[in-house]
């Protein structure tokens, strides 16, 4: 059972960046993906940002090109979510989820694990 515990979130003018971390409790092994989603009031949980343990490569969705980066410290067992030039549309609790697979799933369905959930509030 691997636990996931998210931080990082908080309240940030527009413009400003956060940078969000996902721990895991335990080592997962390389076949394992990570991602970030995020679910805004009133709004279905999208995926934000995939990546792989074993390998660099990523997804992001189009709404964040440009803003926010995923990466990982294999060593620390973290994924984190650098985030720039927040909008106020980015405003949503942000989850960080996992599972084991060799793709880069942007469904929220298929991921195994998820974390509690951090919240970032970007003000106008």
């Known amino acids: 059972q691997v636990q996931l515990v998210e931080s990082g979130g908080g309240l940030v003018q527009a413009g400003g960046s956060l940078r969000l971390s996902c721990k895991a409790s335990?080592?997962?092994?390389?076949?394992?993906?990570m991602a970030w989603f995020r679910q805004a009031p009133g709004k279905e949980r999208e995926c934000v940002a995939v990546t792989k343990w074993s390998v660099g490569s990523t997804y992001l969705a189009d709404s964040v090109k440009g803003r926010f980066t995923i990466s990982r410290d294999n060593a620390a067992n973290t994924v984190y979510l650098q985030m720039n030039s927040l909008k106020p549309e980015d405003t949503a609790v942000y989850y960080c989820?996992?599972?084991?697979?060799?793709?880069?799933?942007?469904?929220?369905?298929?991921?195994?694990?998820w974390g509690q959930g951090t919240q970032v509030t970007v003000s106008s």
């Open positions: 335990e080592r997962t092994s390389s076949s394992y993906v």
């Open positions: 989820a996992a599972r084991q697979g060799s793709y880069l799933y942007t469904v929220e369905n298929v991921y195994t694990y």
